[in-house]
């Protein structure tokens, strides 16, 4: 089933966020049809767009929602290989991507050196 678990996140998601009367301090969505598409049928099928296209919207609209002293993190629990599998030990099956957002900056970094106010990468 590619549907039922992420409908019943979205079905309770925002509801949550924009409840007056919830005072959530962590609120986890573990969204399962990325997965099921990639098992079922492949990385690259049609329906894997359909749902990234989801994930993106939902992500979208969470951000908008968000509460100005919130921070959101948006990871992956592995990766997946083209034709869908993962557990192994590959790059592909290993490697997730991270996504962290605030609406409220959490720290500034400046250089000495660049006080014509360009940016600094002080990590290069």
């Given at each position: 089933?590619?549907?039922?678990?992420?409908?019943?996140?979205?079905?309770?998601?925002?509801?949550?966020?924009?409840?007056?009367?919830?005072?959530?301090?962590?609120?986890?969505?573990?969204?399962?049809?990325?997965?099921?598409?990639?098992?079922?049928?492949?990385?690259?099928?049609?329906?894997?767009?359909?749902?990234?296209?989801?994930?993106?919207?939902?992500?979208?609209?969470?951000?908008?929602?968000?509460?100005?002293?919130?921070?959101?993190?948006?990871?992956?629990?592995?990766?997946?290989?083209?034709?869908?599998?993962?557990?192994?030990?590959?790059?592909?099956?290993?490697?997730s991507?991270?996504?962290?957002?605030?609406?409220?900056?959490?720290?500034?970094?400046?250089?000495?050196?660049?006080?014509?106010?360009?940016?600094?990468f002080?990590?290069?």
């Amino acid at each position: 089933d590619l549907n039922t678990v992420d409908n019943g996140i979205l079905k309770h998601l925002f509801f949550e966020m924009t409840n007056n009367e919830s005072s959530w301090s962590l609120l986890v969505a573990h969204f399962l049809g990325v997965d099921h598409v990639g098992h079922s049928y492949h990385a690259h099928h049609p329906l894997m767009k359909e749902k990234i296209d989801l994930m993106d919207s939902t992500i979208m609209e969470v951000v908008n929602l968000l509460p100005e002293d919130a921070i959101l993190f948006v990871f992956g629990d592995h990766g997946m290989t083209d034709d869908g599998e993962h557990g192994g030990a590959s790059p592909a099956e290993t490697d997730s991507g991270l996504f962290i957002y605030s609406p409220t900056p959490l720290f500034h970094v400046t250089c000495p050196d660049h006080s014509d106010g360009s940016p600094s990468f002080p990590f290069q």
